[in-house]
């Protein structure tokens, strides 16, 4: 019983970082043009169901792009879309699916090449 508390708990927690990560992720977005993100998500990231959260968070904020294992143990996407929805999906990456564990996120802005869809890609 004390281990549902504990999770009811970190889940609390994650849900009031959410809101923060939110609110000041809308206060740096710059307009609503489109924009491009490579992301690299370390941590238990793999086998965790990573990727297929991923593609339902991207398809849920209307964004195209990627998402694909690596060999050395990372996930590394890419979204396309509008800024505020890059940045939402940026902010979830930080934490993932509830199976995972984050424990670093790097990220490079790019120029959007005008993908239309999001796919799941194969390990590289």
Known sequence: MLSVFKTLELKSMNA????????????????????????????????????????????????????????????????????SAVESALAWCRRGPVSAVVTDLSSEWETPEGLVSFELRPTV
């Open 16 to 83: 009031r970082t959410t809101m923060t990560e939110n609110a000041s992720t809308r206060s740096r977005s710059e307009g609503t043009g489109k924009s491009r993100v490579r992301v690299f998500i370390s941590g238990t990231v793999q086998g965790v169901g990573f990727r297929y959260s991923t593609q339902i968070q991207a398809e849920r904020l209307s964004l195209s792009g990627w998402v694909r294992n690596r060999r050395d143990g990372r996930v590394e996407a890419v979204f396309e879309g509008d800024r």
